[in-house]
């Protein structure tokens, strides 16, 4: 059973940059995919980034060039690294243990995966 527990959110300006941080417990070698999504108030999850062990990465059109997803193996922790950050990218932030394309995220966001999430907001 893999727990997840997201960090890392925050309050800044439209230009600003974060950096997420998901903690993953329970996480086995079979698990070689992750991958981020958001819920902005009033909208449908979607998924924001995906990684697969091997380095393949996958984002969603309207962050690419501006997010890079990327784990660190030997602390089980996956990152999210957000730069030139835009007021619609205010949402919850939750990471996923699967879903190797964005698209899979997205699907497994709206299964009802993820877990308690961290807040940003851009104004």
């Known amino acids: 059973h893999v727990q997840l527990v997201e960090s890392g959110g925050g309050s800044v300006q439209a230009g600003g940059s974060l950096r997420l941080s998901c903690a993953a417990s329970g996480y086995t070698s079979s698990s070689n995919c992750m991958g981020w999504f958001r819920q902005a108030p009033g909208k449908e999850r979607e998924g924001v980034a995906a990684?697969?062990?091997?380095?393949?990465?996958s984002y969603a059109d309207s962050v690419k060039g501006r997010f890079a997803i990327s784990q660190d193996s030997a602390k089980n922790t996956l990152y999210l690294q957000m730069n030139s950050l835009k007021p619609e990218d205010t949402a919850m932030y939750y990471c996923?243990?699967?879903?190797?394309?964005?698209?899979?995220?997205?699907?497994?966001?709206?299964?009802?995966?993820g877990g308690q999430g961290t807040q940003v907001t851009v104004s």
């Open positions: 990684f697969e062990r091997h380095g393949s990465t």
């Open positions: 996923v243990a699967a879903g190797c394309t964005v698209d899979a995220v997205t699907l497994l966001a709206r299964m009802g995966y």
